[in-house]
């Protein structure tokens, strides 16, 4: 069953809010956890989206997207994080940056076994399951997208602070002067066609480990 596209925007604005939401919400609480409380101060560790969501880079330049070309890219607003409270700053950054695209994989699994359970109840419950079936595919594909994303070896992202927290100091120290550009080497790599083309491959590596590991328990 093809869906029209208001068909196709309409199943994905719960994905895509819950995936921002959890992921940056996941920042916040490690964050907590790990002695810096600047989130939680903001109000940022919350499964509020209205708390996280960017009404531009989070609904309408994702949506936009996905109607123009398949393919998504967005943001929301970054939850504060002052490193020096916590108790192992380089070490806790890693862990802090790692929790967002690991929130994200959680949910690629939990999208994964819905589209099972509501695939194998697709003939009885059809008027519940069809719209569950496009539902859990958007949830699917925006989790692996933001995981692979958040991944990429580039300050401000979560794979770059990951890096930055492994590199030697003087080296850390250097590959931190990049940051005020990373969001300008990513809009190029955007607009230049080459970051779908590294991603792609990775969403869709993920999305099939993803069903295989349920197809395993199922």
Known sequence: MELTL???????????????????????????????????????????????????????????????????????????????????PRRDTALVAAAGPAANFIMLLGWTLILVLATNFA??????????????????????????LNLL?????????????FLPARAAISFSKLEPYGFFILIGLLVSGLLAKVLMPAVQGLINFSVTLMSIFH
């Open 6 to 88: 208001v068909q196709q925007l309409s199943v994905a604005v719960l994905p895509i809010l819950l995936a921002v939401t959890v992921h940056e919400a996941a920042h916040g609480l490690i964050a907590d956890k790990l002695g810096d409380h600047t989130a939680r101060a903001a109000g940022r560790v919350t499964l509020n989206p209205i708390k996280h969501i960017d009404p531009i880079g989070t609904i309408i330049l994702p949506l936009a997207m996905y109607a123009l070309s398949g393919f998504m890219f967005g943001w929301a607003k970054p939850v504060p994080v002052n490193w020096r409270n916590l108790s192992n």
């Open 153 to 165: 070896p580039l300050l401000p992202l979560d794979g770059g602070r990951i890096l930055n927290s």
């Open 123 to 148: 003939q009885t419950s059809s008027w519940v399951s069809v719209p569950l079936i496009h539902m859990a595919r958007f949830g699917m594909l925006i989790n692996a997208v933001l995981m692979a």
